[in-house]
């Protein structure tokens, strides 16, 4: 399991109900006794003050890296049945390319049954961590 330092820039998993398996960018804040991380959102705010960035406590095994950006190649970013991640609601959301409409993809999310069309802006492809780094799926 990789280790942080106070000041990297990650994401984190939710796992709250509604948010499982959606990642969040954050950065660490301090590294707990217990092996976690208080980390603060780049995105995500308190509830009773929309002023403050988030700062909540994460398992070691909800931190990631933040995976590199790839570059699509010619004129098509994205094909048909891709994983892409999609950036909704403050953070990354895992699903499919389903159709293509010039820049704009549609995506299906599975945890939803969603379909939602997004600019190539706002997709990345998809990429899981493991312990040998990062990997297509």
């Given at each position: 399991?990789?280790?942080?330092?106070?000041?990297?820039?990650?994401?984190?998993?939710?796992?709250?109900?509604?948010?499982?398996?959606?990642?969040?960018?954050?950065?660490?804040?301090?590294?707990?006794?217990?092996?976690?991380?208080?980390?603060?959102?780049?995105?995500?705010?308190?509830?009773?003050?929309?002023?403050?960035?988030?700062?909540?406590?994460?398992?070691?095994?909800?931190?990631?890296?933040?995976?590199?950006?790839?570059?699509?190649?010619?004129?098509?970013?994205?094909?048909?049945?891709?994983?892409v991640d999609a950036?909704?609601?403050?953070?990354?959301?895992?699903?499919?390319?389903?159709?293509?409409?010039?820049?704009?993809?549609?995506?299906?999310?599975?945890?939803?049954?969603?379909?939602?069309?997004?600019?190539?802006?706002?997709?990345?492809?998809?990429?899981?961590?493991?312990?040998?780094?990062?990997?297509?799926?």
């Amino acid at each position: 399991m990789r280790v942080f330092r106070v000041g990297d820039k990650v994401e984190v998993c939710s796992t709250e109900e509604g948010f499982v398996g959606s990642y969040y960018e954050a950065t660490i804040v301090s590294i707990l006794k217990d092996g976690s991380y208080k980390v603060r959102y780049k995105n995500l705010v308190e509830e009773e003050d929309d002023s403050k960035l988030l700062v909540e406590k994460a398992s070691a095994d909800e931190v990631r890296p933040m995976p590199p950006r790839i570059q699509g190649k010619g004129t098509r970013f994205y094909s048909y049945l891709d994983k892409v991640d999609a950036f909704d609601n403050d953070g990354w959301w895992v699903g499919i390319v389903t159709g293509i409409d010039g820049f704009k993809y549609s995506v299906y999310f599975e945890s939803s049954r969603d379909e939602i069309a997004y600019p190539v802006s706002r997709l990345r492809r998809h990429l899981e961590w493991s312990s040998d780094g990062w990997v297509f799926t």
